[in-house]
């Protein structure tokens, strides 16, 4: 039979005891800590849970008057529903999540009515209301609708309109005519141009009967009259639209500047002004030129008219009156070589005839006229003064880049490209003036406040404070309080262990490994010198371990084997 080695096997541990047995295995002292860092836990995970539920709350409406203000406020106090102020009070602010359902809530009350009232005066109307106080009423509607129509367009805040609607009689031989004032306050940076100022004034004056244009006022909230008609002394008007008209003139020129001199001297290198003199007078002027009388056959004849009358007269007669002298005169004869007329058969002189005859012509010549009438045009452009500053040219010596100016030559040049692209005329009076000169580079501006001061900073970290600092809680609360709580004691080795107890693992599979590297001491006499630790030759004990361990390097599965039959105490 052969020998085989006793090794010794450590007790396999019984499985870890349950979390009930571990809790009640903790001392009193352990036990209040764990009980305290739940109770934190539980308070986090609640405060987490109530904030990410709170509610985001959004403007319900703002600017409102103090009467709407406290209308508003109450209906939400009978609606149960959340309000806080911002902005001083100046809005009032609810749930996000009930926001809309809240607005038309409020809107089917009639909420908020607004400081402007329109036609809904005349809906509560009075028994025994008089014509004047109806005639009062449907005045101060047709302001209040007057006034929201204005308020409609985006760059007005608010406005306010006044009517003045005479009374009109039949008995009056002169009826006066109605007249309006707007006063309008617009939003910060906006102005009203002219199209929107003829635009309100059309629309005021459509609105009532009867009412011209020219009899509407249009101010802003610093007194300042828009609507100023043209002066009739002058002929002249200066407003907006024509500042407008000036602007862009001088920069549509000043951007032809730039656009023909960055190509050359860089981006940024360059800067140009325009100034631009219009003329927006009217002028009309009227000319007749007649040309001198021409010949009657060049002429062009207008009109031509010819009398032509021809007739006879009849001498008075002579004589002794009588039968003879009353007989019609015979036909007269025409003398002969100048010699007297035959005288009558009753040998008396009797009556003669003369004839007579006239012609008059008149003949109308058209006169050769030139009527020239001349309008001058407004906006025209009687003179521009241009000025350009370019910076110094840049060049490389010796690896650094040098500023340096640019030449006579270059400058003449460049003065000749602004005086063309402008269309410099000199009898216009016209002037260009270039200068060549260093740019100043001007340093950031460096914020003395520090970056924990930034307002930046602190929204960032107000925003992030609660979230992060509940992580950092729970984490403490748990690593300090619950994790040491639940860890259980490590059980004290008793001193008198060996090393070969320790060395065994606690499963089967390790306990081959423990075998493997254990070194057993055995007791043993010191050698002949005296010393204990001088080589000895193998005992044959030694000799079988030695074996034993080969065997398990080699074979571990038999080795394994062999340790299961053993503790199953089956027999070898």
């Known amino acids: 039979m052969s020998a085989v080695a006793e090794i010794p096997v450590a007790p396999i541990p019984p499985a870890g005891p349950g979390w009930l047995q571990r809790l009640s295995s ?7 800590r764990l009980g305290v860092g739940v109770a934190l836990l539980v308070a986090v995970a609640i405060a987490a849970v109530v904030m990410g539920r709170q509610s985001d709350y959004r403007v319900l409406f703002a600017n409102l008057s103090d009467k709407d203000g406290g209308a508003i406020v109450g209906q939400l106090s009978q609606m149960n529903v959340p309000y806080k102020y911002a902005d001083g009070g100046g809005a009032i602010l609810i749930p996000s999540d009930r926001v809309h359902d ?4 409020l809107a089917t009350q009639g909420l908020p009515k607004g400081s402007v009232t329109g036609f809904e005066l005349m809906e509560n109307s009075k028994f025994g209301m008089t014509q004047f106080q109806e005639r009062l009423n449907f005045q101060r509607g047709l302001e209040g609708e007057l006034t929201r129509s204005i308020q409609a367009l985006s ?15 039949g008995f009056f031989r002169e009826q006066q005519k109605p007249s309006a004032s707007v006063l309008v306050s617009l939003h910060p940076g ?16 459509s609105s009532v009967p009867e009412l011209a244009p020219s009899a509407v ?10 609507s100023q008609a043209p002066d009739s002394a002058s002929g002249a008007e200066v407003n907006a639209q024509q500042l407008l008209y000036v602007q862009q003139i001088e920069q549509q020129y000043t951007r032809r500047i730039m656009e023909i001199l960055e190509p050359v001297v860089g981006r940024d290198n360059v800067k140009a002004q325009v100034t631009a003199e219009v003329d927006f007078t009217k002028t009309d002027s009227t000319s007749e030129q007649f040309r001198p009388n021409q010949t009657p056959d060049a002429g062009a ?10 007739g006879s007269a009849n001498k008075t007669a002579t004589g002794v009156p009588g039968a003879v002298a009353n007989q019609p005169p015979a036909p007269s004869a025409a003398p002969i070589n100048g010699a007297n007329p035959a005288p009558n058969a009753g040998g008396t002189q009797g009556s003669t005839e003369e004839e007579n005859s006239k012609r008059e012509s008149t003949t109308n010549y058209e006169v050769d006229k030139t009527v020239r009438v001349t309008r001058g045009s407004t906006g025209a452009v009687k003179r521009l003064s241009a000025a350009v500053v370019v910076n110094y040219q840049s060049t490389e010596e010796k690896g650094k880049l040098v500023p340096k100016a640019l030449t006579p030559q270059q400058i003449e040049q460049m003065t000749a490209l602004v005086r063309e692209t402008i269309g410099f005329n000199r009898e216009r009076g016209d002037s260009v003036n270039l200068m060549n000169t260093p740019f100043q580079v001007t340093a950031a ?13 602190v929204d960032l970290v107000k ?23 639940l860890k259980s004691p490590s059980p004290a080795k008793s001193a008198k262990a060996t090393k070969a107890d320790g060395a065994v693992a606690a499963a089967a599979g390790g306990q081959v490994d423990a075998l493997e590297a254990e070194a057993l001491e055995r007791p043993a006499l010191p050698g002949p010198g005296g010393k204990k630790d001088e080589a000895l030759p193998a005992t044959p004990e030694q000799l079988r371990l030695e074996e034993a361990r080969v065997l398990a390097k080699e074979n571990p599965v038999a080795v394994a084997n062999i340790l299961k039959t053993w503790l199953n105490g089956e027999p070898a």
Do not use: C, Y
Request: proline share 5%; glycine share 6%.
């Open 217 to 226: 006022s249009v101010l802003d909230d610093t007194g300042k009259l828009l």
């Open 155 to 169: 760059s007005v805040q608010g406005a306010r309109v006044h009517l003045a609607l005479p009374n009109q009689n």
């Open 445 to 457: 501006a460096v914020s003395d406040v520090p970056v924990w001061k930034q307002p930046e900073t």
């Open 102 to 105: 809240v607005r038309l809530r």
């Open 301 to 310: 004849i207008r009109s031509q008219q010819v009398l032509e009358s021809r």
């Open 190 to 205: 906006r102005i009203l141009d002219r199209a929107q100022l003829a635009g309100i004034v059309h629309l005021v004056a």
């Open 26 to 32: 903790l001392d009193r002292a352990r036990r209040m």
């Open 463 to 485: 925003t992030l404070a609660w979230p992060v600092g509940a992580v950092v809680f729970a984490a403490l609360v748990l690593l300090g309080l619950v994790r040491p709580a």
